[in-house]
């Protein structure tokens, strides 16, 4: 692709910053630069150089993968690798990803990717999976979301699926606010064409009402046991790789004794299995 094809730089700032919601005078106080250059930048009138449009990049916290596109279309190299886990210069960071996950056991912790490929699991995920109707939303690349919330997936074992299905389509949307990634976009208009779980009953007036939950737990069947799990995220510290950049630690704790004591106990019946 030459850079006759890409889009013009001033076009993809003016819209990076209309997506954050900021004024030409917002983001030039923001970067520490006249409005007036600014301004210049967005019309085609000047052409920034690489230092202002990753200057520009940072303010309007723009992802690694779309600031190296910003790059690009100014005419520049870009800056931000984007390696395989497998490759031998991340070598440190897969053996963190590993040891967190196998550290995290006996309770359940995969790792993904922006969007939501499962990269790495730890022995737990296996035996949550076996409620999984069709085979195929096992075969690589497994989506994480799609998996969850498809009506062959994870998705009837769930009991609150309404309310998990909910905070899960919330999180994407943010996601594509973040970055404007059309592939999350996709995945959003997909995952809307599932059916929708019926909502809970809302209690009426003069009922005993629950105390509402600090945090959402995912609330999973399986087998005869009913899971109260809720969820984390773990992100790398300022990354300097797209792939780090992009990368999410999801690890699920047990929300009582009873979810901690099944899961201890699969856990030493996959490690009994495994010969360990």
């Known amino acids: 692709m030459n850079k006759h094809s890409q889009p013009a730089i001033g076009h993809l700032i003016r819209d990076w910053r209309q997506l954050r919601r900021l004024s030409q005078l917002d983001l030039a106080l923001e970067a520490e630069i006249s409005q007036k ?21 940072e303010h309007l916290g723009v992802p690694l993968r779309e600031r190296n596109a910003l790059l690009l279309s100014a005419g ?11 490759d031998p210069s991340l070598q440190a960071a897969r053996s963190a990803i590993d040891l967190l996950l196998k550290g995290h056991e006996p309770y359940p912790a995969v790792a993904v990717d922006r969007h939501w490929t499962l990269l790495a699991a730890n022995a737990m995920i296996a035996p949550m999976l076996a409620v999984v109707e069709d085979a195929d939303l096992l075969r690589p690349p497994v989506n994480v979301l799609r998996l969850s919330l498809h009506p062959r997936g994870l998705a009837p074992a769930i ?45 009426g007036r003069g009922q005993e009402e629950a105390e509402p939950p600090i945090v959402l737990p995912l609330h999973l069947r399986l087998g005869d046991n009913v899971l109260s799990l809720i969820s984390t995220t773990t992100v790398f510290g300022t990354p ?19 979810t901690g004591e099944v899961l201890r106990a699969i856990a030493a019946d996959v490690s009994k299995s495994a010969g360990t």
């Open 37 to 57: 250059h600014l301004s210049f930048v967005e019309s085609g009138r000047s052409i920034p150089s690489r230092d202002m449009v990753l200057l520009l990049a």
């Open 76 to 86: 520049y190299a870009p800056v931000y690798l984007e390696r395989s886990l497998e």
């Open 159 to 203: 009991i609150n699926l309404a309310e998990w299905r909910g905070h899960l389509i919330a999180r994407l949307r943010q996601q594509i606010r973040a970055t404007a990634d059309p592939l999350l976009a996709e995945l959003l208009t997909e995952l809307l064409s599932y059916p929708v779980p019926a909502a809970p009953v809302v209690k």
């Open 240 to 258: 300097v790789d797209v792939t780090l950049s992009e990368l999410a630690l999801e690890t699920f704790f047990p929300a009582d004794e009873a």
